[in-house]
C-alpha cells in the first residue's frame, strides 16, 4: 500500500487535500510494541494494514479500513469518511 498505493494521484490527491497524515509502523522498529498498544485502543484491532480516519477534534475513529486495497477503492473510503460528517 505504502509504495504502490498510496502515492498514486487517485489517492495521494485526496489525502494531500483531506487529511493529515500520520503512520503507526506495528511490524518493525524500537516502537513497534508500543505502537500496537495504540492501535488497539485506536481501532480495537491488531490487523495490518489497517487504516483509520481518526476526527482531530474529537478523536473519534470515523470510519476504518483492514487489509489490502485498489487505488480507487482506497481513494474512494477516503473520500466517504471524511471528518466533520
Do not use: W
Not at 485526496?14 to 493529515?20: D, E, G, I, K, R
Not at 473519534?60 to 486495497?69: D, M, P
Amino acid at each position: 500500500m505504502e509504495g504502490k498505493v498510496l502515492p498514486t494521484p487517485a489517492v495521494a490527491g485526496v489525502l494531500s487535500a483531506n487529511y493529515v497524515e500520520a503512520r503507526l509502523h506495528c511490524d518493525l522498529g524500537e516502537h513497534a510494541e508500543a505502537n500496537k498498544i495504540i492501535q488497539k485502543r485506536l481501532t480495537g484491532s491488531i490487523a495490518l494494514p489497517i487504516y483509520a480516519i481518526v476526527d482531530p477534534n474529537t478523536e473519534q475513529v470515523i470510519a476504518l479500513k483492514e487489509g489490502f486495497s485498489l487505488k480507487d477503492d482506497f481513494a474512494e473510503f477516503l473520500r466517504s469518511a471524511k471528518p466533520g460528517q
